[in-house]
């Protein structure tokens, strides 16, 4: 398997088991919110820097998909339980389903579709990403 390299990444994606509600109670959409996030350390988190995109999947079997767009907002860093990167989310009027992504022949073979379980960060190539933004609504 080949190395991530920073032309490789479209943007990053984050993960979380928990609705967006429940990551930061009474999120409603359009809101923005500043959002700290767990990393698994890797090689990767050299990759990440401020203002690269970054999409928020919501995993499991409740509303699987992508729930909120955002920038990170700095550098990953060190947190108590490891690293941690700060997001800068907007959540989505309505979520863009796993389904979705994986009838989009340009969006199917993404890391956060084969390995849904995954750590974070995941990616999107750039051509994975621009799949993504084409089933967002035209303020994204």
Known sequence: MTRLGADGVGCWVVKTARPPDAVVPGWRPGQTHEVTRCLRPSYRL??????????LWLSGRDRPGVHATGVLAAEPAAGDGGPVAVVRLTLLPDPLPRADLLADPAARDAEVLRMPAGSNPSYLTPAQYA?????LPRCH
């Open 46 to 55: 050299g990759l990440m820097r401020p203002g690269q995109p970054v999409l």
């Open 131 to 135: 799949a993504v933004l084409a089933h």
